[in-house]
């Protein structure tokens, strides 16, 4: 089992940054590629980026490539989701998930955390 905890969510206005972390514990944080999605009021749940299991690789969703960056730090058993530019369409609940494969796909992911609320207004 992992457990994921997100934190850093909150208000923030159109062009201004956020920075999300997701805490892992449980089982080896190293041996999991995380993912961040994303789900807005009435939407399905989105992918966001995802980073390999040592860090070196990373993916983004068009939507957010050059403005939002994943990184991780397996010492502290973290991944973090840093967020500039912010639009009102970033508007969701960002949630960290831990899966075996890197992948875009939220059922390729096996642990989930209870996600954080960003809110972009214009």
């Known amino acids: 089992q992992v457990q994921l905890v997100e934190s850093g969510g909150g208000l923030m206005q159109a062009g201004g940054s956020l920075s999300l972390s997701c805490a892992a514990s449980?089982?080896?944080?190293?041996?999991?590629?995380m993912g961040w999605f994303r789900q807005a009021p009435g939407k399905e749940r989105e992918f966001v980026a995802t980073?390999?299991?040592?860090?070196?690789?990373?993916y983004y969703a068009d939507s957010v490539k050059g403005r939002f960056t994943i990184s991780r730090d397996n010492a502290k058993n973290t991944v973090y989701l840093q967020m500039n530019n912010l639009k009102p369409e970033d508007t969701a609940v960002y949630y960290c998930?831990?899966?075996?494969?890197?992948?875009?796909?939220?059922?390729?992911?096996?642990?989930w955390g209870q996600g954080t609320q960003v809110t972009v207004s214009s």
């Open positions: 449980g089982r080896t944080f190293s041996g999991y590629a």
């Open positions: 980073i390999s299991k040592s860090g070196g690789s990373t």
């Open positions: 998930a831990a899966g075996r494969l890197q992948g875009t796909i939220a059922t390729m992911y096996d642990y």
